[in-house]
């Protein structure tokens, strides 16, 4: 029997197959979790309804996270399956492209530092609280992806960094507001892997490299081994850890 048997998991942030949600919800599904999935826009539903049947579910509902209706929709809509769910994975992030590279303040406006902070941050408070009625009660746990940007100055990363900074913040302080009802919160740090997202950004193929010369294991990581650190964070195996940031990045963030 798995180690998350028995449990329920809502991940969202699957945009394709390369997707580290995708790695998650692989793993979590190995586990013996049950699954449901959300997607950002209606260009994603095919491809988010084909990855639940694929893990054996047929819950896949839509949710913007920009859009306050969309995520009490979706809690609305989960309580149609689920009477409650114990794992919250929050995959999103989002910056405009061109806030992605060149010089950080060349390319900052007041709009771009906005959208990046709402969707890549904000978004893990709004669905913690829309989440919390369903969770309660049940030992349960919030996951979300962040990267080394939140803590040093990286080329091209520029305003990600910042809200990549809010949204581990963000982990610590609903950490300490959840633990009461007994929910952790927790965030992997993962090295560059090759998504959709990370297309986005300038001279990322650069960024790869460089940690494939570099890190401690002379090369970058997969979303299965994301995936596999996201299925023991959100296990009670983990039932003592919350707030915490744990790197998944072949121990780059280690150098100096
Ligand atoms: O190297 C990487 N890929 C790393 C990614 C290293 C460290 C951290 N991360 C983070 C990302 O910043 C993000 O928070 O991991 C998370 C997942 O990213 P991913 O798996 O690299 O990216 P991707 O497969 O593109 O999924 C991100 C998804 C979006 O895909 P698109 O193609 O639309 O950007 O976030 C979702 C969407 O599915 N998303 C939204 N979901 C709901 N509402 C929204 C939104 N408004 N905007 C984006």
């Known amino acids: 029997m798995g180690f998350l048997h028995g449990k329920r ?25 049950q699954l449901a999935f959300t997607y950002a826009t209606e260009r994603f539903k095919d491809r988010v309804d084909e990855a639940a049947a694929e893990f054996g579910s047929s819950i896949s509902l839509p949710c913007d996270v920009s859009k306050d209706s969309e995520i009490t ?9 689920w009477d409650g769910f114990d794992i919250l994975v929050h995959s999103i992030g989002y910056a405009e492209r061109e806030s992605i590279q060149g010089e950080f303040l060349d390319n900052l406006t007041r709009e ?53 900074a809010s949204l581990e913040a963000n982990v610590r302080y609903l950490a300490y507001n959840l633990g009461p009802d007994g929910i952790r919160v927790n965030a992997i740090s993962a090295g560059p892997i090759k998504t959709l997202a990370a297309a986005g950004i300038a001279n990322f193929r650069k960024m790869l490299d460089h940690v494939e010369t570099n890190a401690p294991l002379r090369r970058s990581v997969t979303i299965d081994e994301v995936g596999n650190a996201a299925a023991f964070l959100c296990s009670d195996l983990a039932s003592g850890i919350t707030g ?8 780059y963030n280690v150098l100096g």
């Open 9 to 33: 998991a809502l991940i969202t942030g699957i945009a394709s197959t390369r997707s580290i949600a995708w790695g998650i919800a692989n793993a979590m599904h190995r586990e013996g979790a």
């Open 73 to 81: 929709g979706l809690f609305d809509a989960l309580g149609k399956h």
């Open 112 to 164: 771009n530092f906005a959208v990046a902070h709402d969707i890549s941050s904000y978004s893990l408070a709004a669905l913690a609280k829309a989440a919390r009625p369903m969770m309660q009660g049940r030992a349960g746990s919030i996951l979300t992806l962040t990267y080394l940007g939140a803590e040093r100055a990286l080329a091209n990363y520029n305003v990600m960094g910042l809200a990549k």
């Open 244 to 251: 915490e940031i744990t790197y998944v990045d072949a121990g």
